[in-house]
């Protein structure tokens, strides 16, 4: 089968809101270290890592062998209502590393349903359904984490099963806060929490919901320390706060172990996904005991936190730790972000190159404005692909390049990737 034989199927049989990336969609067949291959045979570096998914790269034994050992068992799963090992030793190593007091961790097999669980916990915790979230989040696909996630395209249900109030987000190119240094940015952001909070709300919400770095919304980042400040609002009151740390967690921003980190902060409760599998399909919820045991009824879930994930789980926790991932991640990043800035930060279309570590994004604006420009950055977007490399793209409009390659990038490619962003950017720039 061709792959446009393929994307004829893909397109009878799956829903038309299914986004496919690129003009001529592309099937990845096999894929090492931080190359990927195609059903055509071409070759690309993986900036994107099947969005920030593929934190340790392809094809990496260590996790082969941890996955391949629990299947020469015979067993995939049973259940999560038995003892399973691997389970219970990589709950112990995330509740170490969580940073969260006295912590129980929940396991899941997506982002969504570990904000689903979060939000279980906190609202069963306050006994209050308000919630607070941040314009232009993503918090995943279900009902009620559409209902926090506030970015109209991808918020398909009017109905909302939370009763949500909006904080101003972090975004330092437009939006209300946008024009204001950091320190007045964190004053001006507290006033507004302090306001919705008054104005909107019976008080006793529930739970504070926040991206360190907003991930789908093109990597926009509050200036450090707002959820610590926000944090010491929430506190008066004994209202929870949430980090998802779906996209900026395990040191994927050089600096920190996890986003909430550079913020002075700890978060009442955590949530994971994404690269903790490097693939394989595991997430979940760290908090402290007090609030995570609270839930009023039994819970569990068949597939969280089943053999077959926590086996290849840990294999990527070792080797993120024993590699030292995070520091390579500062490393590295460095020399893709610095080397952006250098190059393409003043050309007219680039509103703002931004980003910690290897969670890097550039930012398209009409030349001599701030209004985005989504049609220079899908054609960057393309060209980037003629030019063998996969990014991201993100933001409210569509307008936002996103980097997001595995940890284990070297210098070598991260100058690779950079050579094809800067040809890319400087012939649209020019077009
Ligand atoms: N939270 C954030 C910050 C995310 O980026 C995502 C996925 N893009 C999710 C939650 C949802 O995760 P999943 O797709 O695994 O359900």
Same mark, same amino acid.
């Given at each position: ?5 393929? +994307? ?62 629990? +299947? ?124 919705? +909070? ?191 490399? +996969? ?41």
């Amino acid at each position: 089968m061709t792959t446009d034989d393929l +994307l004829a199927r893909h397109r009878a049989v799956l829903p038309a809101w299914m986004p496919l990336y690129y003009q001529e969609p592309i099937e990845i067949v096999s894929g090492a270290g931080c190359r990927v291959t195609d059903a055509r045979g071409r070759t690309y570096l993986d900036f994107f890592g099947g969005v920030l998914t593929t934190m340790i790269g392809y094809d990496i034994p260590e996790i082969r062998e941890a996955v391949e050992r629990q +299947l020469r068992t015979g067993v995939v799963h049973t259940s999560t209502l038995y003892l399973i090992r691997q389970q219970v030793e990589l709950a112990e190593k995330i509740a170490r590393l969580s940073g969260i007091p006295d912590p129980r961790v929940f396991f899941t097999n997506s982002g969504t349903e570990a904000n689903e669980a979060a939000l279980l916990v906190a609202t069963n915790h306050r006994r209050s359904h308000q919630i607070l979230a941040v314009r232009n989040s993503y918090h995943g696909r279900s009902y009620a984490a559409m209902g926090i996630t506030g970015h109209r395209s991808w918020s398909a249900s009017a109905l909302n099963p939370l009763q949500v109030s909006w904080l101003h987000s972090g975004d330092r190119l437009r939006g209300l806060l946008s024009r204001l240094d950091p320190e007045q940015h964190v004053e001006a952001a507290v006033d507004d929490l302090r306001e919705v +909070l008054a104005t909107q709300t019976s008080g006793d919400v529930a739970a504070l919901i926040a991206e360190p770095i907003q991930g789908v919304g093109g990597f926009v980042h509050a200036p450090d320390g707002l959820l610590g400040a926000w944090k010491k609002v929430l506190d008066e009151t004994g209202i929870l706060l949430i980090s998802d740390e779906v996209q900026t967690g395990w040191g994927r921003t050089g600096e920190h172990f996890w986003g909430y980190q550079a913020h002075d902060v700890v978060p009442d409760l955590l949530t994971f996904a994404k690269g903790i599998g490097n693939g394989f399909a595991l997430a979940g919820v760290v908090g402290r005991a007090e609030v995570l045991n609270e839930v009023h009824a039994t819970s569990f879930s068949t597939y969280g936190g089943n053999p077959v994930s926590t086996a290849a789980g840990n294999a990527v926790i070792d080797y993120l730790l024993d590699h030292d991932l995070q520091a390579n991640a500062a490393r590295v990043g460095a020399i893709l972000g610095d080397g952006l800035r250098t190059a393409v930060a003043d050309r007219g279309i680039v509103g703002e190159v931004r980003g910690k570590g290897l969670m890097l994004a550039v930012e398209f604006v009409q030349p001599g404005s701030r209004e985005p420009n989504t049609a220079a950055t899908v054609a960057v977007f393309e060209e980037c692909r003629r030019g063998g490399l +996969l990014v991201g793209k993100g933001g409210l409009y569509g307008n936002v390049l996103r980097m997001g390659p595995p940890l284990t990038l070297t210098e070598d490619e991260a100058r690779e990737g950079l050579a094809v962003l800067v040809d890319a950017i400087t012939k649209v720039d020019g077009a």
